[in-house]
């Protein structure tokens, strides 16, 4: 069984579309989060959610909105995508506790989207 | 702000030679710190952790020690094959300062030729 899946794995799209990006975790985990892949592999936290309510968000064009209808899923939606969001989005989540290892963040396969 | 260095690459390696990936960090609480490994075409796999000073980890062969007088988390290998070609991304997460996003590094990419 996959862990944390997302879809599409593929995305491409014409500027000033809108689109979304599905993520669905099935660990159980409390806390969700998208980061961003550019061209050169460097990776940033985006968005984090815990519980269905955002606690992390970097600063990240508002035509980004994360939205989580419960929290085994956290979805992206983009509006009027823009050439420089072409990038691979990676949705992860984690189980914090107070024990040892909290942080660990277990990664979804990652979506590339391609603007056009 | 917290932050992770790591080695420039991209490293060329033989089949059976050692590797060394160099990673310091800063962190204003008491992080923990991963290695994520990423291979061509695919998403991020945990690969090693620690969680406080001193610890080990380990898997597959690759080791990384947490040192906290050098601030350092440096993932080694005795003998790479070809199968361990990828990007390897140093990261940390910060629990004291509350919140629980990774930092990484800015990856390093690892080929190995027969």
């Known amino acids: 069984d996959t862990a944390v899946s997302q879809t599409p794995k593929y995305l491409v799209t014409q500027m000033g579309n809108d689109k979304s990006i599905k993520c669905e975790q099935n660990?159980?985990?409390?806390?969700m989060y998208w980061y961003k892949q550019d061209s050169k592999k460097f990776l940033k936290i985006m968005f984090s959610y815990n519980n269905k309510e955002l606690i992390i968000n970097e600063t990240v064009p508002n035509r980004f909105s994360p939205k989580s209808p419960d929290k085994a899923h956290l979805n992206l939606h983009i509006n009027s995508l823009e050439l420089g969001d072409s990038a691979v989005y990676f949705c992860?989540?984690?189980?914090?506790?107070?024990?040892?290892?909290?942080?660990?963040?277990?990664f979804g396969p990652g979506t590339r989207l391609t603007v056009l | 702000g917290n932050s992770v260095t790591q080695m420039e690459g991209p490293v060329t390696l033989s089949e059976e030679a050692f590797l060394t990936i160099n990673c310091t960090y800063t962190a204003t609480g008491y992080p923990s710190l991963f290695w994520y490994v990423q291979y061509p075409g695919e998403g991020l796999q945990l690969l090693l952790k620690a969680t406080k000073a001193d610890d080990k980890g380990s898997n597959k062969g690759f080791e990384a020690t947490y040192r906290k007088e050098t601030t350092s988390f440096h993932l080694e290998k005795g003998s790479v094959q070809v199968s361990d070609s990828a990007v390897y991304f140093c990261?940390?997460?910060?629990?004291?300062?509350?919140?629980?996003?990774?930092?990484f590094g800015k990856g390093t990419k690892l080929s190995v030729i027969p």
């Open positions: 990261a940390l997460s910060d629990r004291g300062a509350g919140s629980y996003q990774l930092t």
């Open positions: 660990l159980g985990h409390d806390t």
């Open positions: 992860a989540s984690s189980q914090p506790t107070s024990g040892a290892g909290e942080d660990t963040q277990y």
